[in-house]
């Protein structure tokens, strides 16, 4: 029983990965074409749909830590994904003034480039049991230029959006209510806009220690 749950978990995990991947590289054939023919302008209708496919199947990555199918921490996992899904929902579809920035352009290409190769990485040792070394080095040090790249579209388009937030008025809940309760989305996307800052920080060191980690362990090897 415990060979056929096994066998079932590889087979679930290698469709995801690879499922994922090709959305990502769909994003990023579309994003580079798009640049090259239209201008930056036009990139975020060409990737709209795949990008939110994409971008949204990674919700699955948080079920897949919590019920132990992956030995990924929650912690780690769960800030990234939820500003990825908060860039993708709460800024861009929600505000559409933001959609021809030039940094739409630098963060689909990022985000795109990262995923094509953390997909096919665990793809590939889900489908054959190990990765190609070549493969391995990229998934840890691909990071070092575009996270950067990558946080620095995510915090520009956020500060873009603001403006548009505060005059929309979108997602407001103002009072007079029946809950008693307020919310204003443009003091949320300050408040997110704050937590960059340890954040960022937190998560490129926490990033350096697990390259250090998979690039010793592959070295030994």
């Not at 940094?103 to 094509?116: A, C, D, H, N, P």
């Amino acid at each position: 029983m415990a060979g056929f749950l096994s066998l079932l978990r590889r087979v679930y995990l290698t469709l995801y990965n690879w499922t994922v991947f090709f959305g990502w590289l769909q994003v990023f054939y579309l994003a580079v074409k798009t640049v090259r023919e239209s201008g930056h302008e036009q990139v975020y209708n060409a990737v709209e749909r795949p990008l939110q496919f994409a971008q949204t199947a990674a919700l699955l990555e948080i079920i897949h830590g919590l019920v132990g199918l992956v030995r990924s921490p929650i912690s780690a996992t769960l800030p990234q994904i939820s500003s990825r899904l908060y860039l993708t929902w709460g800024i861009l579809w929600s505000f559409p003034q933001t959609q021809g920035h030039v940094l739409v352009t630098s963060l689909v290409i990022s985000w795109s480039i990262t995923e094509i190769i953390r997909y096919s990485f665990f793809g590939m040792k889900e489908l054959l049991g190990f990765a190609p070394s070549w493969l391995l080095w990229l998934r840890y040090s691909t990071f070092l230029l575009l996270y950067p790249t990558g946080i620095t579209s995510e915090v520009g388009l956020i500060y873009v959006a603001l403006p548009y937030i505060k005059a929309s008025e979108k997602y407001c809940i103002r009072m007079p209510n029946k809950w008693n309760f307020s919310f204003d989305y443009f003091y949320m996307a300050i408040v997110v806009l704050a937590t960059y800052v340890p954040g960022s920080p937190h998560m490129y060191s926490y990033m350096l220690g697990q390259r250090k980690k998979a690039l010793s362990k592959s070295k030994k090897e």
